[in-house]
């Protein structure tokens, strides 16, 4: 039937003109039976799809597998969206507006024949671990400014050889006017380090010694494309654990990379769609179900799931197949701090956690970690936009004023509006540290100046403490421009909203750890009814409070005491029979119990984030963390399948709503006392919070449900969310190409800035910024 029909909107760039792409598009669909159109435009080939789900994602696994032979894709990033009732599938009239030079590409992954060329003997790139052509290598990491010359990237200081020259200039040759080109005789080169900066070997005999030290158990720090990567043998549990004590990095899961995919295979389910990730130009982590591979089990200690790449550069290729076995290959820098790009930096940045160093003299303009994706409902799921993502735009239905947003305080990113793109940094990360400021001072002054904007209006998050919210502040006031906070669960509504192209009105259901509301509470349980001026709170989850605040956080036994003390009074607290309370001494306790009774350092919250982390201390999971959401994964993990009932509860018929959780922890009280398993328990906790969704959606009577914020980068949640409001007649929209936690919130609050300037111009009261783009970005 039509109504189950889905869209997929699809965006490939590359070499994709004159090479018969239309018609093969236009074939493949006629064969599939899915209607819709392609067309050509100066920034790609855009395509929309449309058709029943088997179908659709067939066409998106056959379009980069069955490509044209002379088609080279860079980027295809892709959609899924309501159906537009297409009759037919057409082959539209090219669109020649728009500069070529509108879009920066992100980093590459080693086109097929430039690997050829590198483990081809004789060939004079052989083993040349910097070779790159037009199809591929390193873009956004190495452009200093527009236009993109070799000027103004930082291959500048390498002048190219007679042959490179030649290449360049060719027009015949796929290395034509390619930037970065170089080879042995004229470009970047490797050396080897150890801990004091000393060269031990040149080119590729650095290669082959930084190989030798990873097969001895040593810790070597890798400068890639976006910055340095700390790389450790994967099989070899006595250098993981050393590499997580020097890292300070205890319990949260390593990425690996792999040699290839067949090796992958041998320890993780790979579907189809998620191979196509990890074969993609953008080469990203994807989180893989494990086979209990032969790894260090303290590589993701309690997950079934590995985080997973494949080689992305030449200088990985190398290097993994000398090794031929999988390898940590994480951040270089410590937690919470930004990755390092500068070799001498590193040397003090990393002091202590790497043995060894190996290093290039090409420098890393700007850092750009690795992106992570997972696969949900069939569709990719984007938890960390950087590498291979980054700077691409989100496509908006309608053009926007320019904006730029600054994200909120974890997982922080920038965006910066251009008409109708949207266009989101790396990801920076969390802003708890000096090199974490600083990265994104940087970041927000690099973007709109690449871009070449004036932003007439900057967002940022409601909280007035965070170090992003206090930057735009200072920024608006020195230029002179419109400051525009915006409520965090309201951004990240609005975020999935003008992904997915959802038409207002729609009901939000925004879930996470917190987010600063106007009513001066702790947010993070949420149904937002999204209108087009604003938005109602038309349901929330009951109160609690955290007992120390932030210590509550990093310890979910804290919050457990919390949700105890709210259901039953001080006397709850009297359970010695269980975990959360067994867990602190009778003077912990005491002075606990002492801040929720007088109020006192113990803020209130709605938080669903939080319900997680009470729930995991409860079932006996879980009493403290060592990393953001660790007790919640673990209460996913946990859960055993086949369970279809739920834990009751209530919702309150106030103004707003309120969900009352109460009975469902009783019962998982008494569950606890009778022994039952935690994976049934967490099930049943899964299924009543679905259960409240769907509750709350038919109470409000929106069909439109958007689910959105960090507790639903939980597959199960999410998948049985979806599947539960299909089944009751609901529509419901979540997050594919922007992050469903802080990472994604940006887009959202450029779409409420850009919302407010239009109404404050027509009722004229906004004046234009007194500074040019120069002078705010000098």
């Known amino acids: ?39 050509n435009s100066a920034q790609g080939v855009f395509i929309e799809v449309e058709g029943a789900g088997a179908p659709l994602r067939q066409f998106l696994v056959r379009l980069e597998r069955e490509r044209p032979p002379q088609a080279i894709i860079q980027s295809l990033e892709f959609s899924f969206l309501d159906a537009a009732g297409h009759k037919d599938f057409t082959i539209r009239t090219s669109e020649e507006k728009g500069a070529k030079t509108a879009f920066i590409l992100p980093d590459i992954a080693t086109c097929p024949h430039c690997l050829v060329e590198i483990f081809q003997p004789g060939n004079r790139r052989h083993r040349y671990p910097f070779t790159n052509c037009t199809n591929c290598g390193p873009r956004f990491t190495l452009i200093e400014d527009l236009p993109y010359d070799r000027p103004n990237t930082s291959m500048k200081k390498f002048t190219m050889c007679l042959l490179c020259d030649g290449e360049y200039r060719n027009p015949a040759d796929r290395r034509y006017h390619a930037q970065p080109n170089a080879c042995p005789g004229c470009g970047p080169h490797l050396e080897m380090w150890d801990s004091s900066g000393n060269v031990l070997a040149l080119h590729d005999e650095a290669l082959h010694l930084a190989a030798k030290e990873i097969r001895n158990g040593k810790i070597v720090a890798l400068k890639g494309l976006g910055g340095f990567q700390l790389i450790a043998d994967a099989r070899n549990e006595s250098v993981v654990m050393r590499l997580r004590q020097r890292k300070r990095h205890s319990e949260k899961p390593f990425a690996l990379m792999y040699p290839s995919l067949e090796l992958a295979r041998e320890h993780c389910r790979i579907s189809e769609l998620e191979e196509r990730l990890l074969l993609s130009p953008e080469a990203p982590i994807v989180l893989l179900q494990s086979w209990s591979p032969p790894l260090a089990p303290s590589i993701a200690p309690g997950n079934p799931y590995l985080g997973v790449m494949l080689p992305s550069s030449p200088l990985h290729h190398l290097l993994l197949r000398e090794l031929g076995f999988p390898v940590v290959a994480t951040s270089g820098n410590l937690s919470d701090e930004p990755i390092c790009t500068d070799e001498r930096e590193a040397l003090d940045r990393l002091n202590g956690i790497a043995d060894f160093f190996l290093v290039h003299d090409r420098p890393v303009v700007r850092p750009v970690d690795d992106s992570v994706v997972r696969v949900v409902r069939g569709r990719e799921m984007m938890l960390r936009r950087a590498r291979g993502y980054a700077p691409l735009p989100v496509h908006l239905k309608a053009p926007l004023p320019c904006v730029l947003a600054v994200g909120a305080h974890l997982k922080n990113t920038v965006g910066l509006s251009v008409g109708h793109e949207a266009f989101i940094s790396q990801h920076i990360g969390d802003l708890e540290t000096s090199e974490a400021h600083a990265a994104f001072r940087a970041i927000a002054t690099d973007l709109p100046r690449l871009y070449e904007a004036t932003p007439k209006i900057i967002a940022c998050d409601l909280h007035p403490d965070y170090l992003s919210t206090k930057y735009a502040a200072h920024l608006a006031a020195h230029v002179k421009t419109p400051l525009h906070p915006v409520q965090h669960h309201w951004a990240h509504v609005l975020s999935c909203m003008a992904e997915n192209e959802v038409e207002f009105p729609a009901l939000g259901v925004v879930w996470d750890g917190t987010g600063y509301g106007p009513d001066g509470t702790i947010w993070g349980g949420e149904f937002l009814l999204a209108g087009e001026k604003s938005f109602e709170r038309v349901a929330h989850f009951r109160h609690f409070r955290l007992p120390g605040g932030e210590a509550a956080i990093r310890q979910p036994c804290r919050t457990a005491l919390g949700v105890l003390f709210e259901l039953g009074g001080a006397a709850a607290l009297d359970q010695k029979d269980l975990a959360p309370i067994r867990d602190f001494s009778g003077s912990d306790l005491a002075q606990i119990r002492q801040m929720l009774v007088n109020e006192l350092q113990a803020p209130v919250t709605s938080s669903v984030g939080r319900l997680f982390d009470a729930v995991a201390s409860i079932a006996g999971l879980r009493q403290r963390v060592s990393f953001e959401g660790q007790a919640a994964m673990e209460l996913e993990f946990a859960i055993q399948p086949c369970v279809c009932e739920a834990y009751s509860f209530e919702i309150k018929s106030t103004s707003p709503s309120v969900v ?3 009975p469902m922890i009783e019962q998982i009280v008494e569950d606890v006392r009778c022994g039952l398993a935690p994976g049934v328990i967490s099930a049943k906790f899964h299924n009543a919070l679905v259960e409240i969704i769907v509750a709350v959606a038919r109470h409000v009577g929106q069909t439109r449900v958007v689910l959105t914020g960090g507790c639903f980068q939980n597959r199960y949640l999410t998948e049985r969310s979806v599947q539960r409001l299909l089944e009751a007649g609901f529509r419901p929209y979540w997050h594919q190409r922007v992050p469903t936690n802080d990472g994604g919130i940006v887009l959202g609050q450029i779409v409420d800035a850009a919302r407010n300037l239009s109404r404050a111009k027509a009722a004229d009261r906004i004046e234009s910024p007194k500074k040019t783009q120069e002078e705010i970005f000098a």
């Open 1 to 39: 039937m039509r109504t189950h029909f889905e869209r997929a909107r699809a965006v490939v760039r590359g070499a994709v003109h004159g090479v018969g792409f239309r018609s093969f598009i236009y074939q493949l669909a006629k064969e599939l039976d899915l209607t819709g159109w392609v067309s």
């Open 660 to 662: 009352d959780w109460r």
